[in-house]
T-cell receptor, first 112, second 113 residues
Framework: DAKTTQPPSMDCAEGRAANLPCNHS???????VYWYRQIHSQGPQYIIHGLKNNETNEMASLIITEDRKSSTLILPHATLRDTAVYYC?????????????FGQGTELSVKP | EPEVTQTPSHQVTQMGQEVILRCVPI?????FYWYRQILGQKVEFLVS????????KSEIFDDQFSVERPDGSNFTLKIRSTKLEDSAMYFC???????????FGEGSRLTVL
């Protein structure tokens, strides 16, 4: 997978937007950016993915810079249940039938 | 909402014993995976499986490990002779054709004594 860099931890106040950054400066033109999260020892949970356009779903928004070297995951109204480790992953090669490489991620703490 | 289910949720075994971890992937998915997470460490890829054969495996997935889809619904991970360092949470995942996302189960915690 292309190398990604994320801050090890972040805090966010409940109800506020959580903006989680990720650098992926070695990303290639056809590689997607994926975000997963892991809530305390549960299985990782898919959040969103994108190629170059911004994406939004019911969980989050993904903003990818024009040069694609970085992205930001936005949780618009963070709740206590969003406390988790968030992983930014850029798979090299196919996703289905291939592998995801999980790094250390960003530990997000949402505080009341 | 469909989900990946895993059994058992927790298994304790003696070193050297064989262990089988079971997974029921989402029914129309074609790609199946095992990952593991040693306590306090990263989630690590073990193996991916498609069309009844391994499509990719990691260095961790040595001859002690095997996977099988015995009946078209279950997907199993067998550890032939467990070692202390096999103690971990094992996650099964599945994915569908054309989908970019993987769906993970809640995990099976294996403790080797």
């Amino acid at each position: 997978d292309a190398k990604t860099t994320q801050p090890p931890s972040m805090d966010c106040a409940e109800g506020r937007a959580a903006n989680l950054p990720c650098n992926h400066s070695t990303i290639s033109g056809n590689e997607y950016v994926y975000w997963y999260r892991q809530i305390h020892s549960q299985g990782p949970q898919y959040i969103i993915h994108g190629l170059k356009n911004n994406e939004t779903n019911e969980m989050a928004s993904l903003i990818i810079t024009e040069d694609r070297k970085s992205s930001t995951l936005i949780l618009p109204h963070a709740t206590l249940r969003d406390t988790a480790v968030y992983y930014c992953i850029v798979p090299r090669g196919r996703v289905q039938g291939g592998k995801l490489i999980f790094g250390q991620g960003t530990e997000l703490s949402v505080k009341p | 909402e469909p989900e990946v289910t895993q059994t058992p949720s927790h298994q304790v075994t003696q070193m050297g014993q064989e262990v089988i971890l079971r997974c029921v992937p989402i029914s129309n998915h074609l790609y199946f995976y095992w990952y593991r997470q040693i306590l306090g460490q990263k989630v690590e890829f073990l193996v991916s499986f498609y069309n009844n054969e391994i499509s990719e495996k990691s260095e961790i997935f040595d001859d002690q490990f095997s996977v099988e889809r015995p009946d078209g619904s279950n997907f199993t991970l067998k550890i032939r002779s467990t070692k202390l360092e096999d103690s971990a949470m094992y996650f099964c995942a599945s994915g569908g054709q054309g989908y970019g996302e993987l769906f993970f189960g809640e995990g099976s915690r294996l403790t080797v004594l």
